[in-house]
Every structure is written in structure tokens, then in C-alpha cells.
């Protein structure tokens, strides 16, 4: 049964309603405003617990929110009952105090914790949402959302694009099975991820594609710092079913002073890309 002890704890109230009429004078509530909060709060209470049901998958975080609304919803019972029946309250103030305190502290410790969950469950999936699955890499929506939104250049020394593609790639799959082109696709990104400087970002851009953004870089920079990624991965050997695989790529770069638009700078970075594979692969081309 999905809501069990949510439904004993309602069914408990309602026999120690039945029993308190058999045993004490039965009078209507004469202040009409306390009832109603007093049954608001009742209420409230059976309605975080039956809310919070979902939550059984986090038992720490359940058991404390119903415990907590659990022991509320007895301090309101209990003054609630007051309201109906003539009898001596002394004996049950202190209970009625101990049980609202100690469920409001239990709900504040189950608040808190679910929200730490919450902003926990928040952060993994825009991680995942930014994230290419396979190489761990920045995907394509993120790196366009971080260049839009953080970088500044400087326009003494200019931004750079450089698209990189791993040369022959569909041979590799062709000839050692996907598992090793992904294989090749993961160590790549890991490699060229460790080249990364702290202003540059770098994302899988597609297939076997990868896209760096340099910040603050000269065009000679550029070229120097494509070069020495192009030379990095040939000396690569990634190993595949006991077999030494070697790739080459190819560089196509787009070098400015200032933005004259992403979709049009990465457009250049892929024509220059273009060039270098029509020159013979394993070499670096800058987009004139």
C-alpha cells in the first residue's frame, strides 16, 4: 500500500477522536478563528506527508519529513481536541510543546537536506546537459553559451577558432570497430584537454571534430599553438584490441581582432579546415 503509514497515523487520530468522545463532555469550539487555524494546521500537515511520498527514494530525507509533519500534526491534534472536549490540560502542555518543537526541528532538517539534494540533482544535470558523453568534453551548446557569455577579448592581441579533425577517422572504425574509435575519441580529448590553457575552452564539436576557442592569442600564436597540437597527437599511440593505432589531424584556424559573429567565425575555422585536408591532411591552415 503506497500511502500505509500515512494512513495508520490519520486512523490512529480518528479512534483517539472516537475514544476522547466516549470519556469526555463533547462541547462546540466558541472561538471559531483558533479552530479554523487550528484545523489549517492539521491539515497542512497530512498534506506534507502524503507530499513527500516521492521521496522514499531518499530515505534519510523521508523519514525525516514525515517523522517531523507526523509530530506536528500531533501538537495540532492535541489542540485541536482541546477545542471539542472538556477535560484537564495540564498534564498535556508539556507533550503538546515537546512534540511541535521537536517536529518543527525534524522539518527543518529534512527541509534542508532536500534542498541540498535539490541544488545537488540541479548542478548534475546542467553538468550533463553541457557535457559530450563520450570524452567528457564541453558538447556544442555549452561552448557557444560560454563564448557568449564570458569571454571578453582583448583587442591588441585578437581571439582565435581552431577546428581540429582527426584524420581517416571512419578508417579507424572501419578497420578496428567502433569501441576503438571511441577509444581514440576519448585519449584524444583527454590529450588535447591537458594543452588547454586557463582562458581557452575546448569542446567536442562533432563526430571526430574538435573545436578549441583561444583567448588573447596573436595570429602567430595561433598557428604555433596549433602546430603543437597537431604534432602532439601524432605522437600518440592509443592501444585497441592489443594492436598500436597512430592518427593524424588536420587544423583549420580563424584568427580576428574582435567577434564578427560565432557562426560566421567557426564557418571560416571550417573552411580553412577544408583547405587542410585538400592539402594532404596532417597540417595546419589559417583562414585568409
Known sequence: MEYKTQHTIILLYVLAFIYKVTIYTFTWPEDLIEFIAEIAMLIACFAVMYYINPLKVFPKI???MLFGSA????????????????????????????????????LSLGIHRWMNLHLQLISELKRKAETDQLTGLLNRRAFIQRITGTFKPKESEGRAFLLLDIDHFKAINDNYGHACGDQVLTSAAKSLKAKVRKDDILARWGGEEFLFFLANVTKDEAIAIANSLRQHIAQLTFQCNNEAIQCTTSIGIYHAFSSSGLEKEIDSADQALYQAKSNGRNCVVLYE
Not at 477545542?83 to 508539556?94: A, G, H, I, L, P
Request: proline share 0%.
Open 62 to 64: 523521508y523519514w525525516l
Open 71 to 106: 509530530f506536528y500534526s500531533m501538537s495540532a491534534f492535541m489542540d485541536l481536541t482541546e477545542e471539542f472536549f472538556v477535560e484537564s490540560t495540564v498534564r498535556n502542555s508539556n507533550l503538546d510543546d515537546f512534540l511541535k518543537t521537536s517536529g518543527f526541528i525534524l
